[in-house]
């Protein structure tokens, strides 16, 4: 059955069933907060958040909104290193064009911590902390 879809210009007629996404909603416990992803959910949403991070850069409540996505999942203790590096990973990056350079260099430091060996997130962390501004002592 196809979904009623809302006049061009118009509202929907207040009869009409809700309209199908492809996405379903959040899950949430009964506090409000999201509901832990399993491994793979958080390495896909974690993917699709960082290709949103740009450039082309969205505004800055996108990268806002990124970062928050990003730290939820950064959150979830029993998900892999591998996955919570990746969040810190995207925090940072959703950061920089923020202009917070100082708390993007402390979350690329935790997804070093959490994947030392992993080039791609050791050496963004050395471009920005050789770019950064010497902090004051």
Not at 46 to 64: I, K, N, T
Request: charged share 25%.
């Amino acid at each position: 059955r196809e979904p009623v879809r809302a006049p061009a210009g118009g509202e929907p007629p207040r009869s009409a069933p809700p309209v199908e996404t492809e996405r379903p909603a959040p899950r949430s416990t009964p506090g409000g907060e999201a509901a832990a992803l399993g491994r793979a959910e958080a390495e896909q949403l974690l993917q699709r958040l960082f290709d949103r991070v740009g450039p082309p850069y969205p505004s800055a409540a996108a990268l806002r909104a990124i970062g928050d996505s990003a730290r939820g999942v950064w959150r979830q203790d029993e998900l892999p290193a591998r996955e919570r590096a990746l969040a810190a990973f995207v925090v940072g990056n959703a950061l920089v064009p923020l202009g917070d350079t100082a708390q993007a260099l402390v979350w690329l430091e935790r997804a070093v911590a959490l994947r030392p060996g992993f080039a791609a997130y050791r050496d963004l962390l050395e471009s920005y902390r050789r770019a950064a501004p010497p902090s004051p002592r």
